[in-house]
């Protein structure tokens, strides 16, 4: 969204009363508030995000939705020496889930408890049997419908403390081609490509997170070189507003 700057904390507050609003962060660009935005079945996500913008006051909306994802997760290199991260499995097609599956999923997403069998403590949760829950996940991971089950790392107490958004303009023939490029660079945790308006050419998006602004620039000045596209911006987070996992089959 483009807003004022002097109400952009105001219009932060609106946005993140939303259940559905996991990320939402101040950036340095005229589209100053960039937002994720998680809606249930039946309900439009691009419908919230206009009534959201009306409530917010924004001045322009933009609705960024992945057309392809390139690459999502990162192997942070704290040695020097870190492994190329592994593929990432293909979005699952929208589709009814059973009785077992919401309840597995209820209980996969809470915090894993500090205990010996933290399963089974998250298994009680959902009046499953620890082998149920675990049976559950693995089905879940080979239909496609759960992406992973992984820590999350606080990259920024790490020393990762700089992350930029790159955003690129990309001829639509080279997407599939750059895309995939883009996505084999370490340093890049998300990669997708979103759709391009005529006050926002960008249709690739690259995050980028180094120890300084300045690793991040060098990482986008090879990123440019191995792609030979030129044509980009690198957006700094200036203000977190909300970064909080969405949690799904909930009351809210």
């Known amino acids: 969204m483009k807003i004022s700057p002097d109400r952009l904390d105001a219009a932060a507050e609106v946005i993140n009363r939303l259940p559905g609003v996991s990320h939402n962060y101040a950036r340095n660009h005229d589209y100053n508030l960039w937002f994720t935005l998680t809606t249930p079945p039946g309900v439009s996500a691009q419908n919230e995000a206009r009534k959201l913008s009306v409530e917010a006051g924004a001045e322009a909306v933009l609705f960024l939705p992945t057309i392809r994802l390139f690459k999502i997760g990162v192997a942070f290199d704290m040695t020097g020496d870190a492994p190329e991260p592994a593929p990432t499995p293909a979005a699952s097609a929208g589709r009814e889930l059973s ?20 399963f089974k403590a998250l298994a009680e949760l959902s009046a499953m049997s620890e082998d149920q829950l675990l049976r559950q996940a693995e089905s879940l991971l080979k239909r496609g419908v759960m992406r992973r089950f992984a820590a999350t790392l606080r990259h920024h107490e790490a020393g990762f403390v700089a992350n930029a958004m790159g955003v ?3 001829p639509q023939n ?25 006050d926002w050419p960008y249709s690739i998006f690259t995050m980028i997170h180094g120890r300084s602004t300045q690793e991040c620039e060098r990482v986008a ?10 044509d980009y911006r690198l957006l700094y987070t200036t203000k977190e507003y909300k970064k909080k996992r969405v949690k799904y089959f909930t009351e809210a």
């Open 221 to 230: 000045a090879s990123i440019s070189q191995a792609t030979g596209i030129t």
């Open 174 to 198: 080279r997407a599939d081609e750059v895309g995939r490029m883009m996505a084999r660079f370490e340093a890049v945790s998300h990669c997708y490509q979103r759709p391009a308006y005529p």
């Open 168 to 170: 690129w303009v990309v």
């Open 99 to 118: 009785a077992e599956d919401v309840a597995a999923v209820r209980a996969l997403q809470e915090d894993l408890p500090l205990q010996e069998r933290p």
